[in-house]
């Protein structure tokens, strides 16, 4: 199960509400893990769409509170926007919805790290790979966060159980 990460602005349009939550219940039909900021907005929509389908919701929040209603799971971080990092990090993939610039902090941590990055009406920068709908942003986060759980499966090595 990889992770992917949905990121966008805590007050979207509902436009981008609605984006968020069809690209939550695509991770979850998917079979792969929800990972996000933890707050509201398009966070908290993509969670419901994946809760909805019964999908597992990681939200790693900036602060000491519980984030969202749907999350399964929250880290509470302490760190303001410094959390962008570890949601960044986390991700196998990353989709981005409109978003200001706290979401262009994402991106740019995502594409420094070599996370690839699927927008939405987001961004328009090098590196992020523009997808005209929902659908098509989460069925490519998923092969590309498939195809990065080739490179972290272990490997048997001589002598080990």
């Known amino acids: 199960m990889g992770q992917i990460a949905v990121i966008g602005a805590a007050d979207p349009t509902p436009e981008e509400y609605e984006a968020a939550h069809i690209v939550g219940s695509l991770i979850a039909k998917n079979h792969e893990t929800l990972v996000c900021g933890g707050l509201y907005g398009i966070m908290e929509a993509a969670c419901k769409g994946a809760k909805e389908q019964d999908g597992l919701t990681i939200g790693i929040v900036p602060d000491t509170g519980t984030g969202n209603q749907y ?21 196998d993939a990353v989709v981005a919805i409109g978003g200001g610039y706290g979401t262009l902090s994402e991106i740019a941590i995502a594409l420094k790290m070599k996370r690839p990055v699927f927008g939405v009406k987001t961004w328009d920068i090098e590196g992020v790979i523009r997808c005209p709908t929902p659908e098509e942003a989460v069925l490519r986060a998923v092969h590309a966060a498939r195809q990065s759980l080739l490179y972290r499966i272990p490997q048997d090595f001589p002598g080990s159980p």
Do not use: C, E
């Open 71 to 91: 999350l399964d799971i929250v880290i509470r971080t302490g760190l303001g926007h410094a959390r962008n990092v570890i949601v960044a990090q986390s991700a």
